[in-house]
């Protein structure tokens, strides 16, 4: 009888030890795959990033709102003359977020312009 009880918690640990270490097998097991699963679609991303690559290419020419002229600032989404006249009229900027926070835009239109304007310091 106690060699059967002995059997029995013997057997009950090693089951309750590898029931423990299965979700851990589990995800190591998952992530593996997984990881290799990502590779082709990080493959298949290569050349959205190209795509993106001439945006990328006009985030660098931003529009300097401390020199830009009416017509470059006239030509932005959501800024017309007046607005691209009070631009000027408000200059200098230490930065862009100076065009809301000066009362020049509204922030709807900013909203739209932002990722398109600089304000450079000389």
């Known amino acids: 009888m106690r060699r059967f ?11 309750l030890g590898l029931l423990a ?3 851990s097998m589990a995800q190591s097991t998952q992530t593996a795959p997984s ?8 493959k298949m991303m290569a050349p959205a990033a190209t795509k993106t690559s001439p945006t990328a290419g006009a985030k660098t020419e931003l529009l300097d709102i ?5 017509d470059e ?3 932005l989404p959501g800024v017309g003359k007046a607005y691209s006249a009070a631009i000027i009229k408000g ?14 835009v ?4 900013y909203d739209g ?9 000389k």
Do not use: E, F
Not at 113 to 121: E, G, H, L, R
């Open 5 to 15: 009880t002995l059997a029995s918690l013997t057997a009950a640990a090693l089951t």
């Open 21 to 23: 270490s299965a979700p």
């Open 35 to 42: 990881s290799s699963k990502m590779a082709p679609s990080n």
């Open 66 to 70: 401390n020199s830009a002229s009416a």
């Open 73 to 75: 600032l006239d030509a």
């Open 91 to 104: 200059r200098p900027y230490k930065g862009k977020d100076d065009l809301v926070q000066k009362k020049i």
């Open 106 to 109: 509204p922030q709807k239109t």
């Open 113 to 121: 312009i932002k990722d398109k304007i600089i304000a450079k310091q």
